[in-house]
Nanobody, 132 residues
Framework: QVQLVESGGGSVQAGGSLRLSCAASGYIHPGDCMGWFRQAPGKEREGVAAIYTDSGITYYTGSVKGRFTISQDNGKNTLNLQMNSLKPEDTAMYYC?????????????????????????RGQGTQVLVSS
């Protein structure tokens, strides 16, 4: 079992930055993947970024590529999402998530497409509000 707790959300003006963090407890196996997805009111969830925990290979949906950076601190079992040049359309609840190795290829593909990625483990979410 994996528990995930997000922090770092908040309100920011367009063009600003926020850094989300996720503290993970429980055992994440080498080869498993972690990531972030978001869901805005009335919209489907959207894969934002994902990372393979062993190789560090990352995936981003097109709308955030070049603005968001996913990273991990294995020593602290922490996953981060640095969000720069934020736009009002980035407003959503952001969730930290993790899944098993056998599902990671699908998760990576869904993230690239910004599709409704579905992870086995997810946190409670942290709100990001970007005003224009």
């Amino acid at each position: 079992q994996v528990q995930l707790v997000e922090s770092g959300g908040g309100s920011v003006q367009a063009g600003g930055s926020l850094r989300l963090s996720c503290a993970a407890s429980g055992y994440i196996h080498p080869g498993d993947c972690m990531g972030w997805f978001r869901q805005a009111p009335g919209k489907e969830r959207e894969g934002v970024a994902a990372i393979y925990t062993d190789s560090g290979i990352t995936y981003y949906t097109g709308s955030v590529k070049g603005r968001f950076t996913i990273s991990q601190d294995n020593g602290k079992n922490t996953l981060n999402l640095q969000m720069n040049s934020l736009k009002p359309e980035d407003t959503a609840m952001y969730y930290c998530a993790a899944d098993l190795e056998q599902h990671c290829a699908t998760i990576a593909a869904m993230t690239l497409d910004g599709g409704p990625v579905d992870y086995i483990y997810r946190g409670q979410g942290t709100q990001v509000l970007v005003s224009s």
